[in-house]
Nanobody, 127 residues
């Protein structure tokens, strides 16, 4: 069974950091580009970042550029999202998603592009 599992969410103070992980089971991630999304209550799912299957190319939304960094360790079958300088408006459920296309491309923020999704992990930024 193909499955993605996010972890690393939690409660953090404004200005703090978290590192999210996206681990795969049932398949190897090195053939997939991976996107990160988030969804806050009452809002649409927002595409944040994408990393190509090789890790050689990354994309970031303006809302997280310079604060978030996506990386991958294909040997560990895991993709990471390092989140720094967190703000209260970053509070949301964060999801990773896998696309069989190796590159991210111009439409990386489109959730319909992705084939597999994790269940999400809650990130709350609050003092």
């Amino acid at each position: 069974q193909l499955q993605l599992v996010e972890s690393g969410g939690g409660l953090v103070q404004p200005g703090g950091s978290l590192r999210l992980s996206c681990a795969a089971s049932g398949f190897t991630l090195n053939s997939y580009s991976i996107g990160w999304f988030r969804q806050a209550p009452g809002k649409e799912r927002e595409g944040l970042s994408c990393i190509s299957s090789s890790g050689g190319s990354t994309n970031y939304a303006d809302s997280v550029k310079g604060r978030f960094t996506v990386s991958r360790d294909n040997a560990k079958n895991t993709v990471y999202l390092q989140m720094n300088s967190l703000k209260p408006e970053d509070t949301a459920v964060y999801y990773c998603a896998a696309d069989t296309i190796h590159i991210c491309g111009a439409y990386y923020q489109n959730p319909y592009k992705y084939d597999y999704w994790g269940q999400g992990t809650q990130v709350t930024v609050s003092s």
